[in-house]
């Protein structure tokens, strides 16, 4: 069966220190791999997403970048933090032409 | 206007009730409905997902789509304390990335 692992859980950061989330898949190849962004009581921000090696596509501009080093893993990044970056970071996984899409338990980060 | 709307809520129930949580959408072109509860300070769970217009039921829950109005409800009967989450609907059509509504908390209290 398919599992998504994310980490750290819980991040508390200051303002203008860098960011490194990453994100597993087992179970599964070349998945599609998502990063979202959930602010309190708002829906779901898609910020990245990727359908193989190095290949990623940004939705919304921001300080955050993402990478995808190997087939199963899925990186987000910050070099300089902002108050605003403060969230609920989900990842997700789904194979092509599927309506399924699996999250991981989601890392909460707080800005500080 | 946004691609998919719901109502925030939150929503509150008696144990027993039954539940009808709601999204509209704009783009006709969406095919995929889905249906994903969220406990708090976790990642979000398929619960349901339908194909284009119709209704699915599976055990006390059921999802219906109406594309001529662009209409997805989510039934829930003899709603529990533990169906308290928030549900979030989302639309998908093939090559194309999923949309998600804000979603409704609920609250079910016994």
């Known amino acids: 069966s398919q599992t998504i692992h994310q980490w750290p859980a819980t991040l508390v950061q200051p303002v203008g220190s860098p960011l490194s989330l990453e994100c597993t898949v087992e179970g599964t190849s070349n998945p599609n791999l998502y990063w979202y962004r959930q602010a309190a009581g708002r829906g779901l921000q898609l910020l990245f997403y990727s359908v193989g090696i190095g290949q990623i596509s940004s939705e919304v501009p921001q300080n955050l970048s993402a990478s995808r080093p190997q087939d199963r893993q899925f990186i987000l990044s910050s070099k300089k933090l902002l108050l605003s970056d403060s969230g609920f970071y989900l990842c997700?996984?789904?194979?092509?032409?599927?309506?399924?899409?699996?999250f991981g338990p989601g890392t909460r980060l707080t800005v500080t | 206007q946004k691609e998919v709307e719901q109502d925030p809520g939150p929503l509150s129930v008696p144990e027993g009730a039954i539940v009808s949580l709601n999204c509209t959408y704009s783009n006709s072109a969406f095919q995929y409905f889905m249906w994903y509860r969220q406990y708090s300070r976790k990642g979000p769970e398929l619960l349901m997902y339908t194909y284009s217009s119709g209704n699915k039921e599976d055990g006390r829950f059921t999802a219906q789509v109406d594309k001529s109005s662009k209409y997805i409800s989510l039934f829930i009967r003899d709603s529990q304390p533990s169906d308290s989450a928030t549900y979030l609907c989302?639309?998908?059509?093939?090559?194309?990335?999923?949309?998600f509504g804000p979603g409704t908390r609920l609250s079910v209290l016994p």
């Open positions: 989302a639309t998908h059509n093939y090559g194309q990335n999923f949309v």
């Open positions: 997700a996984w789904s194979v092509t032409s599927s309506y399924e899409q699996y």
